[in-house]
């Protein structure tokens, strides 16, 4: 089972639609939680970062945590064109001094004009 | 202007040649990463360092040697023992955190596409 798990897609959504990506993680000990955007031939791009349970606004986006499922969602209200990204979840275990992010494999999201 | 710098874009090797990716922050940020990423996949770790001279091997370190002698710079170093070089590499950066302190960010350099052939 892989640590932090996304659905690989691709997912359509009409613009204008809401765009659900999901997540879950296998590691109880992960605090910190975040969502990175990463356009073709790219680099990722962090857009959002949960550390509570309960929902995070950010604009047209919504990251949505819930720790007791083990589960991380992202929310993109009004898609538009532009978010058409590859979508990457990310975990962090608090281990000070030794730190690393686990990344899903990503989640390629195609907004339909 | 802050941020992470890795140079150059592009590079080409043949195979059999070590290569240095070169990677600089001026974040003022303790910890520096490396990732390599192939075509539809996800991010895979090959380095990372917290503080200046000491670092650890991620989860594919094989072929691959790295430095931090200054806190500003992680340079990475291809070796020709690392089997399929070809590759996406990433480079990224996070500030220090405290004990109890949920709150990190790690942010990434804009990559150099390494072909080998």
């Known amino acids: 089972q892989k640590e932090v798990e996304q659905n690989s897609g691709p997912l359509s959504v009409p613009e204008g639609a809401i765009a659900s990506l999901n997540c879950t993680y296998s590691?109880?000990?992960?605090?910190?939680f975040f969502w990175y955007r990463q356009y073709s031939g790219k680099s990722p791009e962090l857009i959002m970062s949960?550390?509570?349970?309960g929902d995070k606004e950010d604009g047209r986006f919504t990251a949505q945590l819930n720790k007791a499922s083990q589960y991380v969602s992202l929310l993109i209200r009004d898609s538009q064109p532009s978010d058409s990204a590859t979508y990457l979840c990310a975990a962090l275990r608090p281990n000070f001094g030794n730190e690393k992010l686990t990344f899903g494999t990503g989640t390629r999201l195609t907004i339909i004009p | 202007d802050g941020g992470i710098t890795q140079s150059p874009k592009y590079l080409f090797r043949k195979e059999g040649q070590n290569v240095t990716l070169s990677c600089e922050q001026n974040?003022?940020?303790?910890?520096m990463y490396w990732y390599r990423q192939d075509p539809g996949q996800g991010l895979r770790l090959i380095y990372y360092s917290q503080i200046v001279n000491d670092f650890q091997k991620g989860d594919i370190a094989e072929g691959y040697s790295v430095s931090r002698e200054k806190k500003e710079s992680f340079p990475l170093t291809v070796t020709s023992a690392q089997k399929n070089p070809t590759a996406f590499y990433l480079c990224a950066s996070s500030g220090h955190r405290t004990a109890g302190d949920l709150t990190y960010e790690q942010y990434f350099g804009p990559g150099t596409r390494l072909t080998v052939t």
């Open positions: 590691d109880r000990g992960s605090q910190s």
């Open positions: 974040l003022n940020h303790d910890a």
């Open positions: 949960i550390y509570s349970n």
